[in-house]
């Protein structure tokens, strides 16, 4: 067998293997136009189950235990990849910090509380050492609500609590988020940032994995940084954010 090499001309070089870069703005435009694009499309398969199942009544037919189950399993799976999609949105449209104003902390915390919905059995704390930071509201937002989520999403009983801390060194203002959930072992602290990364079954917990990758992104778009604090204890998480130029003097 002959064997044919290729031959390259003297001096030239092979490209060099680059690591992956993070996605840029068009990247992220182009995810968040087929994203809302897409939702759409789920919205119409959320509603179609049930009609079908209508009409197979109407027509005086029985919809069978199984029929029922099938419904049901794909409406479960529709949900979730409907959720996934709202996240993906949000995920490429945090950090652009396009209408940073004056925002009051307490009301973006209330917001952010209001809308993850705090479960019966919880309690939240909170402490702000300032009142007021310049921010894309947005922003401020969706990081209170991603990190009361995750705080109250993984916890592993049917009652806890988390704390929420706000101070401020110079220009920058550090955001710390401590609940008495299960914990994270060290191993995973820089995994759980990456998107799409759960620790979890999400049959077991029902999430797209970006919350923690929402943060960090947030956190770098201000020139900060987001990772976890270990305290040393067999339970609890404490996620840290520090942004900077954010606060107010």
Not at 26 to 43: C, M, N, P, Q, T
Not at 211 to 221: D, H, P
């Amino acid at each position: 067998m002959t064997q044919r090499l290729l031959k390259l001309p003297a001096g030239h070089k092979l490209p060099s293997r680059e690591p992956p870069q993070p996605p840029g703005a068009d990247a992220e435009e182009f995810i968040h136009l087929v994203s809302h694009d897409l939702r759409g499309s789920i919205r119409a398969l959320l509603e179609l189950p049930e009609w079908i199942a209508e009409d197979i009544e109407d027509a005086g037919l029985e919809v069978s235990p199984a029929v029922h189950s099938s419904i049901a399993l794909m409406m479960r799976h529709t949900r979730r990849l409907d959720r996934m999609l709202v996240d993906l949105l949000q995920y490429s449209r945090a950090g652009r910090g396009r209408n940073v104003s004056e925002v009051e902390l307490r009301q973006a915390f209330d917001a952010a509380v209001e809308e993850v919905g705090l479960p019966k059995g919880f309690e939240i704390d909170h402490y702000f050492g300032c009142d007021c930071v310049r921010v894309d509201e947005q922003d401020l937002h969706s990081l209170f609500a991603a990190l009361i989520g995750n705080a109250i999403k993984h916890h592993d009983r049917c009652s806890g609590r988390v704390e929420v801390v706000v101070k401020t060194e110079g220009a920058a203002m550090i955001v710390t988020v401590s609940d008495d959930g299960p914990g994270i072992p060290p191993r995973y602290h820089e995994r759980v940032f990456q998107p799409m990364t759960t620790l979890r079954s999400r049959d077991e917990v029902e999430g797209s994995g970006l919350g923690l990758a929402l943060v960090r992104k947030i956190a770098t778009a201000y020139r900060g940084h987001a990772g976890l604090i270990s305290t040393g204890a067999g339970r609890g998480t404490t996620v840290s954010v520090r942004m900077e130029g954010v606060a107010m003097k």
